[in-house]
């Protein structure tokens, strides 16, 4: 990747390539020698008090509110000390009353997976889990479709950008049942919103794939099982700077996007033992977009979730908590300088060392990107996987239900996610396959979606998102309705769909990313509108896209697309 990085830097820019700026600022953490750091800077900021870590007196000055939030009470206590319990008891208008039943609702309960839609559905809550490596099962599809069936018209599912299911719909009152059922189906939705780390990604034909380098399942499960501390939650890496993303490659296909994970593992074997090399500090959010940069390091297997700890630690006890739009882990990178950075993970590795990178890592720079959809055959013979489009990732419970007999019926119950928002059913036996073909869910759910179709993916948006500048979900489906209808190209083009400069649709790895924003129409009266993001690659080749057009009305997004496809993609107007 960083050669990569590297090679970025010294091409002439593209016309719709990275601005200066960005170049200068990759170039800096990518290369700079690293600057001295007085040594009270690497005194940690938090210390363990009663379980909880708290940060020190004399580092509170400057704070963000969210960090105030966080002091004046633990969110976790609501899930290790039960308190969820009580508050699920009281009238939701009452907690709505005080300041702190306002935080209560709408921040800390995120530390729990539960996110209060106070700006599109009051009173309901979207509830986020972690699902390790994306891998899922009919049961559990059952439990959460059994879930939302009970709101009606206000319940629905969603598959997200990091492999995961998320439900909406959600009141108080019903949480700790719903938590009950969690635990019974071996799910969990703790500490997955805020200052805490997301979804573990990995392949998701872990274990299936004729290809594979390794099976990614185990390590994002280790991961995950020491994140949440198994479901009992893991205080000690619950009051993170800022929220933390983690993904272990096994494909040649980069499938796990490691160039956007805070931390990354690419699999690399050194003096003939199996492990890996690591990434650091990829992160995308309205302020700046880095891409992960090489920190010199190779953990062996045994090694992975200590690697994890380590830089889990070094961020939250020195990361910095002022500006909230500084303080992301690649921030404190920049701070320390990459050998800095690298030594106080080492101080916190047991052993207090980590051996130096493999050479090379095990990727085929050369490798084509493959497709999910449709059959494919696995490693295992006489079984299949099947690629399934799920437009936009939106289910509704009746889908779901069906989803769950069809993995029961044609494969072992075990269903997968992936970054797209799509599902793979995997372990179907070849003689199945042709039944499985004729089920009316794969009609919506299709094995071979249309082109433009194929490769959309779209954020939450404003239907339920309170931070949405722009509505996407149902707006990118239309917009690419059209673009089938219209257009041809030779070649795939991944469009993607965001809301507002969070970028949770990662418009920057994008052919084409739509970031939601204000525009002007022809009467310059303000209307919902996109900035337009070209040229993000994903692979080997990684490299974030940039603008290249902005404030486009959305009313006037056809045409624009379609120019910017002809003109950038060699795609075709139909006859
Ligand atoms: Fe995100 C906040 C949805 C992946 C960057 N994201 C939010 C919130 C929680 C805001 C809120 O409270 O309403 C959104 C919830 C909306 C809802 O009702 O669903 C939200 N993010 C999503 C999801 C569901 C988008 C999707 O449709 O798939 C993704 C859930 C993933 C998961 O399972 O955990 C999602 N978010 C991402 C990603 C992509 C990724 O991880 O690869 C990013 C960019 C990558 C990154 O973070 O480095 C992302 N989300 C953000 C940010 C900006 C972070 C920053 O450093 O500034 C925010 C806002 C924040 O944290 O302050 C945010
Ligand atoms: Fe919400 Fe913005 Fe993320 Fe879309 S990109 S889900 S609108 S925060």
Not at 351 to 365: F, M, N, S, T
Not at 525 to 535: A, Q
Request: glycine fraction near 8%.
């Amino acid at each position: 990747m960083a050669t990569n990085l590297l090679k970025m830097l010294s091409l002439s820019l593209p016309k719709y390539s990275l601005t200066r700026e960005k170049v200068a600022a990759a170039q800096a953490v990518a290369i700079a020698p690293s600057v001295p750091v007085e040594e009270n800077r690497l005194v940690p900021r938090v210390e363990n008090r009663d379980g909880y870590w708290v940060l020190r007196e004399e580092f509170r000055a400057g704070i963000n509110p969210a960090e105030k939030i966080k002091l004046e009470k633990d969110p976790m206590k609501f899930f290790v000390e039960k308190e969820i319990e009580k508050l699920a008891k009281i009238p939701f208008a009452e907690i709505d009353s005080s300041k702190t039943g306002k935080d209560d609702l709408d921040t800390r309960l995120k530390w729990l997976g539960l996110f209060h839609r106070r700006k599109h559905q009051y009173g309901r809550f979207m509830m986020r889990f972690k699902l390790p490596n994306g891998v899922t099962n009919s049961e559990q599809t059952r439990f959460l479709a059994n879930c939302i069936t009970k709101y009606g018209k206000d319940g629905c599912a969603d598959l997200t950008t990091r492999q995961n299911w998320q439900i909406r719909g959600l009141v108080l009152e019903d949480v700790p049942a719903v938590f009950e059922g969690l635990e019974r189906v071996g799910l969990s939705s703790l500490q997955s919103g805020m200052d805490n780390v997301r979804n573990p990604v990995g392949n998701p034909l872990a274990g299936i794939d004729p290809d594979e380098i390794v099976d990614t399942r185990p390590f994002c499960k280790a991961l995950s099982d020491y994140i949440i501390s198994s479901g009992k939650g893991n205080t000690s890496i619950t009051n993170l700077p800022r929220k933390w993303n983690v993904c272990v490659v096994g494909t040649h296909d980069l499938f796990e996007h490691p160039h956007i994970n805070d931390l990354a593992y690419m699999p690399a074997t050194k003096d003939g033992v199996f492990g890996f090399n690591v990434l650091v500090g990829g992160f995308f959010s309205p302020k700046r977009c880095a891409e992960a940069v090489v920190m010199d390091a190779w953990v062996s297997e045994k090694d992975v979730v200590p690697l994890c700890k380590a830089v889990l630690e070094t961020f939250r006890d020195l990361g910095a908590r002022g500006n909230r739009q500084k303080t992301r882990m690649m921030w404190l990178i920049d701070e320390l300088g990459i050998e800095e950075f690298r030594s106080e993970v080492e101080k916190r590795m047991p052993g207090g060392a980590v051996l130096q990178r493999a050479g090379k890592d095990l990727i085929d720079p050369n490798w084509k990107r493959r497709t999910f959809y449709g059959l494919h055959p696995q490693k295992q013979p006489g079984l299949n996987y099947i690629g399934l489009h799920v437009p936009v990732g939106r289910l509704q419970a009746p889908e779901m239900l069906e989803l769950a007999r069809i993995a029961d019926e044609y494969g072992n119950g075990e269903i997968r996610i992936t970054v797209e928002q799509n599902l793979i059913l995997p372990n179907v036996p070849t003689e199945k396959v042709s039944e499985l073909m004729k089920e009316p869910l794969l009609q919506t759910y299709s094995p071979n979606p249309t082109p433009f179709l194929a490769n959309l993916v779209a954020c939450t948006g404003s239907q339920f998102c309170g931070m949405a500048i722009a509505e996407t979900k149902a707006r990118s489906l239309q917009l690419v309705k059209e673009l089938d209808e219209t257009m041809e190209c030779s070649r795939p083009l991944r469009l993607h769909f965001t809301g507002c400069p969070n970028t949770c649709a990662q418009v920057q790895v994008a052919d084409l990313g739509f970031m939601g924003t204000m525009a002007r129409d022809a009467n310059k009266k303000p209307v919902e509108g996109f900035d337009i993001y070209i040229g993000g690659r994903i692979g080997a080749d990684s490299h974030l896209g940039d603008i290249i057009q902005s404030g486009v009305p959305a009313t006037d997004l056809l045409p624009v697309v379609q120019n910017l496809m002809i003109e950038h993609f060699g795609a075709k107007r139909k006859a």
